[in-house]
């Protein structure tokens, strides 16, 4: 069964700009599938086949003499060599635009060689997992708990929506070991990949936390040194985020360590061991719901272009969850599970906003506050704080 991607429209526009188009995102979210069928005239090559990536990277000339533009090339960082051909086949026909469609599930290698021999050539976009109105499309419904915590654990990954009879859990257990077999080997010298292994759930213990090195190091058994390598590894491959904090003028009074989310809830969950009945039990229901509401701002603020998410928090205490800047009105964003908002959800929002005024911080003028929840129709929470759920979350962009 095909879903329709709601980004779409927007690669194949920008298809229509740039030579080339860079398609990055983790294993499994769908870049293969979309690429074909967003350009069903391209020739379609992969290099997850030993032979052809041999071929890639030992002989490119006579690789894109067996497969010329317009092509897919599927999992190209396993050929470097191949770019600088590309160059040379773009600089030739500059002015033909979307002939070469790139995918790839390792970020680092893959961008190293863009920015390398693309650069300017290329667009570079980030496909993630489904986001709610794509997993709408496929049947999901954020209307109930019960259908809400569903969604939450299975999370985004388009195999799991295609196939609504595949197990969860026999999914992410295997796309654990595959992902550890391939891209942690080939990105990393692992010594154990028990201990990466430990290393991923250790993270997963910590989402939507401020990042401590020393702790997960500690819990791991390896030093902080490691756990910043290994953390690289999962940021180029895609299976977590960093958010960084914001400060302008408030400088030491801001904490500067960035917090760690997963980018999706389902490979979230399986890490925890959490089913639907079992989450909203659990302490890392916040968390989780947090990671959530995270992955759609991330989503929709990469599509619209110039917007900006960070999180607030001070020493005295005062948090915020996100901050949304740029391109419109700031937003302020808190998360909470509840269907019934109350004021007090939004009393930090205020301080903040008030502290802001009081101190003419330019960027946060005219402010206003969301309270994400799971309320069915916006509940007005004070002066330009608004509860909202997951069908209003355009108010944001507005």
């Known amino acids: 069964m095909w879903i329709p991607r709601t980004s779409g429209a927007a690669i194949t526009k920008i298809a229509r700009q740039f030579p080339v188009v860079v398609l990055t995102g983790a294993r ?33 000339a006579d690789f894109l003499a067996r497969f010329p533009p317009p092509v897919v090339i599927d ?16 600089d030739a026909e500059r002015h033909e635009m979307g002939r070469f469609v790139l995918t790839g599930s390792q970020r680092f290698v893959l961008m190293q060689a863009v920015s390398e021999s693309l650069a300017g050539r290329a667009a ?26 569903a969604v939450l654990v299975r999370g985004g990954f388009p195999e799991l929506w295609r196939n609504p009879e595949m197990d969860a ?38 989402n939507a936390q401020l990042l401590d090195k020393s702790s997960v190091g500690s819990d791991v058994g390896v030093s902080a040194k490691a756990v910043s390598s290994w953390l690289n590894v999962l940021q180029a491959s895609d299976q977590v985020a960093l958010l960084e904090p914001w400060f302008a003028n408030w400088g030491k009074r801001l904490v500067k360590t960035p917090k760690l989310y997963f980018k999706d ?19 890392f229901l916040g968390p989780v719901w947090e990671t959530a509401v995270f992955g759609e701002l ?19 205490g005062r948090e ?38 009081a101190r003419r911080t330019a960027e946060l003028a005219r402010s206003r506050g969301f ?4 309320t069915p129709h916006p509940h007005p929470l004070g002066p330009e704080v608004t509860g909202i759920g997951p069908g209003d979350m355009d108010r944001l962009f507005a």
């Open 320 to 357: 915020v969850d996100f901050l949304l800047l740029g391109g419109g009105r700031p937003s302020l964003v808190e998360c909470k599970w509840t269907d019934v908002p109350q004021p007090s959800d939004g009393r930090t929002i205020r301080e903040v906003m008030a502290l802001a005024e």
């Open 371 to 374: 309270v994400i929840c799971r």
């Open 28 to 60: 499994q979210v769908g870049k293969t599938t979309l690429s074909r069928a967003l350009f069903p005239k391209h020739a379609y090559v992969s290099l997850d086949l030993p032979s052809l990536a041999e071929l890639a990277e030992t002989s490119p």
């Open 169 to 206: 859990d026999a999914f992410f257990s295997s796309y654990l070991a595959t992902y550890l077999e391939r891209d942690v080997r080939q990105i990393l010298n692992v010594a154990s990949l028990r201990d990466f292994e430990r290393f991923i759930r250790a993270c997963a213990a910590r």
């Open 298 to 316: 991330r989503r929709r603020a990469a599509r619209q272009g110039r917007r900006s998410l960070w999180f607030y928090r001070d020493v005295q």
């Open 265 to 283: 809830t389902g490979l979230l969950c399986f890490l925890l061991g959490l089913t639907g009945k079992s989450l909203v039990r659990s302490p």
């Open 124 to 149: 570079v976009i980030e496909l993630e997992t489904f986001d709610w109105e794509e997993m709408a499309r496929a049947g999901g419904s954020l209307a109930r708990v019960e259908e809400l915590t």
């Open 75 to 90: 999992e190209v960082q396993y050929a470097p060599a191949v770019f600088r051909h590309i160059k040379a086949r773009v």
